[in-house]
């Protein structure tokens, strides 16, 4: 177990480090990082310059313009961390050929005096773990949970000192690191976004960040793109009209693609959504993973390579009750938000508003759930043994909501899928796992075919394991 540290102890210890030296660089929430390295004392030999553009005419002459407007982006953290990182490294290089250089930089919006901006910000650090070595990126993004501007500039400070600290002295071990970023702030501050890279970092999957964010409780939501690069929501999903889609996709079937794919086609073509703002998102959530017992790191890859493989942005969250995500999304102005899912989660979610609050809160329970722009696009299925499709307008919901249920599908708050493949209803991820596993003949008919590929070429989800043994 590692030892618990003051933010003064570690601000200290790197000071008295003769190897680390670098520039801080910091815009809003005042220069607190660089106060607490100041204030311990021997800062002479960590800081080679602080600085703070805070006018904006100022800051663009330096950094350059931000062509969105805003000075709060992962955009302007990068160009801060590029300019500073030059300088030092032309002005300071051959003075001091053995020091490890980093610099650090924020950019901050701290609550304002009408409460109308809850705090948040972009913090980085560029930094070498070995003289004349390759360079290392640490990019977070923090919301601030505090309810007073100099208490969020304290948090910053703190944050920013376990950030410099963390990269050098826990650079081993990157889930100790993320865990170390929260010392002296649980309760003050939410992390949702974080991506090391670089030369000291070239085997670790970014994706695990992500992981290890919700399930250490750095953050509810985490996300990465395509690309298996981490990403952070207001960088694309300000304003947008997005649909998410959660499952377990263990594996993404033809039946999950089916599902997502004319849902989402249905969504982009209502009289209500902008196609062109459309975003889609696919969802797995920290209990589905836990669902076979312990949390399996390499279950969790195998289903993200999979999802990336199809083009998908994935979300990783612990955000099993659906009001979280409605709450956590609001933050990003999303103009209508809607969930895909099977017609029998559909039950179980309306099953479970209806059995948990027979106390009378029946009306508010189904309110925080079905707010004006949330919508569900619900996916049929057959019915055991008959084979008849059940849907959302079918749906055997308990007689005592049945009245608020038909409002639901009355005000299309509640929507059947139309467009579905009812060829490959018969599609079940658990089925398919079975298979594979035992390499049964006919798996790969119900996968989409570079899921196929992918699962044969890297023996996803234990595939097959005599196979693996014989081409080593």
Known sequence: ??????????????????????????????????????????????????????????????????????????????????????????????????????????????????????????????????????????????????????????????LGVNLIYACFRFNQDPE?????????????????????????????????????????????????????????????LYKRHVMMVRGSFRPATLVNLDMINASFQQFRNASETDPRKTFLLTEITLDNLRSSGELDEQDFLDRAELLNALGQTVVISDCQQYQKMVTYLADFKVQQLAFAMGVRELLDLINNKYYQNLDGRLLAAFGELFTRNVKFYVYPALQEGSGELITAQSLPVPEGVKFLYKHLLDNRQIIDVEGFDRGLLHIFSKEVLRMLRNNEDGWESMVPSQVANLIREKYLFGFPAEQMEFDY
């Open 176 to 236: 100790t690191l993320l865990q170390s970023l929260m010392d002296g702030l649980h309760g003050r501050v939410k992390i949702d976004m974080v991506r090391l890279t670089g030369a000291d970092f070239a085997e670790l999957d970014n994706r695990l960040l992500s992981l290890w964010m919700v399930k250490n409780g750095l953050t509810d939501v985490a996300m990465f793109g395509p690309d298996r690069q981490n990403l952070h929501p207001s960088e694309f």
């Open 1 to 158: 177990m590692r030892q618990l540290l003051e933010t003064d102890q570690k601000a200290l210890e790197i000071n008295l480090d003769p190897a680390i030296y670098g520039t801080f660089a910091e815009i809003g929430a005042g220069q607190e990082v660089a106060r607490y390295f100041f204030q311990v004392g021997a800062a002479a030999g960590t800081i080679a310059k602080t600085m703070s553009a805070y006018d904006k005419t100022y800051s663009d002459q330096i950094y350059g313009e931000e062509a969105s407007g805003r000075y709060v982006c992962e955009a302007r953290l990068y160009k801060m961390l590029n300019h500073e990182y030059e300088l030092m490294r032309t002005r300071l290089s051959n003075e001091r050929p053995d020091t490890n250089f980093f610099v650090f930089a924020d950019t901050v919006a701290a609550i304002n005096y009408q409460r109308t901006i809850k705090g948040n910000g972009w913090l980085g650090i560029r930094f070498q773990l070995h003289p004349e070595g390759g360079t290392n990126d640490l990019v977070l993004h923090v919301r601030m949970l505090d309810n007073d501007n100099q208490l969020q500039q304290q948090a910053i400070g703190i």
